[in-house]
């Protein structure tokens, strides 16, 4: 079989693999073993999993950082099935799993009790020898399940996510200083950092969107300029940018606001509105900036796309916008990647200026009546779809009367609606620690969903730090 043809059956019967395990988990958490949608779905997926078996000798499924491989091969995720790499990627990470092999002996039947022991939910304190005792309570021999590596365990932890979170920050700064005094700067840190940021957003996306929820006010640009890299980088994994070019893409967002240390202070704090000339000040920096990049000691390292997108930041799908300029027909990729990631996290963030504080909710229906003539459409579709019907950091109100903030996004399009929420206040109003509940969770009994959403809440107005909940997760 040639190599090309290999991968390309392979890649169609893990994607089918994994859709029908999905399908088929969420059913054994909702119907008893005998029942018969249970017993069509687990034999279907049997089905599947023979075939590559008998073709191959085995169905090796390998998480590695943030690619998936069925027997070596690796398998190509595109928008419309991210969703399945998202399932697989959390299953495996719960449980503190990297492999899940299924070998040449393998039944129907020993297939349906690894369902049942695979969907419930395993203690934190230990989940990966929880599974591999229940696995041997079950007389499952043939599915076979080993631990991720313990660099790797350290890699998607949320503490170092959080610390790479603020060292970007710190890095920042330091940079912006070192340029005023005209010395040569780390763009191999900066590019590390771009690195270990795509690295925690393919272990625990929804967590590295949680942490731009925190909105530094003394220190704005800085705060804000590392919130747009992680957003772009999020953004270019889901256009199907490969690694180098997402680290790129990281440090021209990282230096997409450059040109406003040029700007006095006093007029990028001003709470009132800014007088004509004042405006013509502030528009200046996107000039002011791709400027100073070109300027750069180590310009041969640094991304050409980043002078385009320090350029063209402002500027609209229809070129209006600012900088004016007459002689461009169209926007770098970069720069409208960069440029809904910016208007985002800035509209979503108090500002000194501005009265109003938009909600995540808020804001993205606002962007989506833009489409075409602010934003580029295809693209902010993506955006939208990646942030979710209730983006990360979202506090909203249940069917319980109690309230939280969603935690992390369902990829699964049938479950949009149903996020997993952190519960911090009860049915009574008070302000409480509480779990983190998955909002997919259904009573069989009553048959219904055991919570439900009911209306999104702005935090502002309830005096709600979101952010603080976030890096409270991580004590």
């Not at 006010?217 to 980088?233: A, C, K, P």
């Not at 910016?342 to 200026?353: I, Q, V």
């Not at 109003?356 to 962007?367: A, C, D, P, Q, S």
């Amino acid at each position: 079989m040639e190599e090309k043809t290999k991968e390309k059956i392979l890649n169609s019967e893990a994607l089918e693999i994994i859709s029908r395990l999905n399908m088929t988990l969420k059913i054994a958490k909702i119907y008893e073993p005998n029942n018969l949608i249970f017993l069509s779905q687990s034999q279907a997926l049997y089905n599947l999993i023979q075939n590559v078996i008998k073709a191959y000798g085995e169905c090796n499924f390998l998480l590695s950082l943030s690619s998936l491989f069925l027997n070596g091969v690796k398998v190509r995720f595109i928008f419309s099935n991210y969703n399945l790499f998202k399932f697989i990627a959390s299953e495996f990470k719960r449980r503190e799993i990297n492999q899940l092999n299924f070998k040449k002996g393998l039944d129907e039947e020993e297939l349906k009790r690894f369902i049942l022991v695979f969907s419930k939910k395993e203690t934190p304190q230990n989940p990966y020898q929880e599974l591999k005792e229940n696995l041997k309570k079950n007389d499952i021999k043939n599915i076979l399940v080993e631990k991720i590596p313990s660099h790797e365990l350290f890699q998607s932890d949320e503490r170092y996510a959080t610390k790479v979170f603020f060292l970007s920050i710190m890095h920042l700064k330091e940079m912006f200083e070192t340029l005023k005094k005209k010395e040569k700067v780390p763009l191999n840190t900066t590019r590390r950092l771009m690195q270990s940021i795509f690295n925690h957003i393919s272990h625990n996306e929804s967590f590295v969107y949680g942490l731009t929820t925190i909105k530094n006010y003394d220190e704005y640009t800085l705060n804000h300029s590392v919130n747009v890299s992680i957003l772009s980088i999020a953004l270019g994994k889901r256009l199907g940018l490969d690694r180098n070019e997402l680290a790129d893409l990281g440090i021209c967002a990282f230096f997409h606001d450059y040109g406003k240390t040029e700007i006095p202070i006093e007029i990028l704090l001003k709470p009132d509105k800014l007088d004509e000339k004042e405006r013509e000040i502030i528009e200046k920096h996107p000039h002011l900036g791709a400027e100073k990049l070109a300027h750069f000691r180590e310009f041969s390292h640094l991304p050409l796309p980043a002078l385009h997108v320090a350029l063209e930041h402002h500027l609209k799908e229809d070129l209006s916008g600012y900088p004016r300029l007459q002689w461009r027909k169209d926007i770098n990729l970069f720069s409208k990647i960069v440029k809904i990631c910016d208007f985002f996290d800035a509209l979503t963030t108090k500002r000194p200026y501005r009265e109003k504080v938009y909600t995540r909710e808020e804001t993205l229906k606002m962007m989506l009546k833009m489409s075409g003539k602010e934003f580029d459409p295809i693209i902010l579709k993506v955006f939208i779809n990646m942030m979710g019907t209730y983006p990360v950091g979202t506090l909203v109100l249940l069917d319980t009367g109690e309230v939280g903030v969603v935690f992390e996004i369902n990829m699964d399009p049938a479950f949009i609606l149903r996020p997993k929420i952190k519960i911090i206040a009860d049915e009574k109003g008070k302000k409480i620690d509480g779990e983190i509940v998955d909002l997919t969770e259904f009573d069989a009994q009553k048959n219904v969903y055991k919570r439900t959403i009911v209306k999104t809440l702005n935090p502002y107005e309830y005096e709600v730090e979101v952010s603080d909940y976030f890096l409270a997760h991580i004590q």
